[in-house]
């Protein structure tokens, strides 16, 4: 029994395919300044990859007197205007990386815990058709660390977790997809990803290509291969 072939690659968003942290960290601090609280970089780093929902009970809890679905569509209004006014800040090497695997064939998720509306803005700005599914953080059953959204990108195209090849720059985000058994790339940036499973971490994605991502995949399914047949 052969080593399952790379069919897929799922992608997270904020962080991973755009810098979007520094306008989400950017509508933060107002908000809780609004209600007469402070917030510190720390704070905003400690959200990093965490569902929406999640976040904004810790804004409730540093004093926001608003409603979670308020609180989300408040800082979702902010990144987007930013995104519209600013266009789309992609990650170095993200844009030319998603567009290889595109012209190779190669299927394109995006796994994300911001709001669809968000997503898809994004995704409308991209200048080629980027994407074969978008699994939002109103579209997943859990959120991430749990592994839903992962399992229903693959459902939605087709293919298995052993198929495909994630991408993550959060430990959330990566124990997500590690957990629904995808071959996991870390490639960091505000925040650590020590000890949170990843199977590769790259320290950019810029002069990656197609080959190096199939080379991953292969070498990773091919060690697992190995550990079940001996």
Known sequence: MNAPRLAAVLWDMDGT???TEPYWMAAETPLVERFGGTWSHEQAL??????LEDSARIF???GVRMSVD???DHLTDEVMHRLSTTGV???PGARELLAGLRAAGIKTGLVTMSMRRMAQSVVDLIDFDAFDVIVAGDDATRPKPFPDPYLQACEALGVTPEETVAIEDSPNGLRSAVASGASSI???LMVSLAGAGAHAVWPTLEGRTVEDVIAFHA???AGLHREVVR
């Open 60 to 62: 409730q809890a540093a």
């Open 186 to 188: 870390g490639v960091p």
């Open 70 to 72: 308020d609180i989300i």
């Open 219 to 221: 070498a990773h399914r």
């Open 46 to 51: 400690s959200l990093v990859g965490l569902a």
């Open 17 to 19: 395919l755009v810098d």
């Open 89 to 91: 800040p992609f990650r």
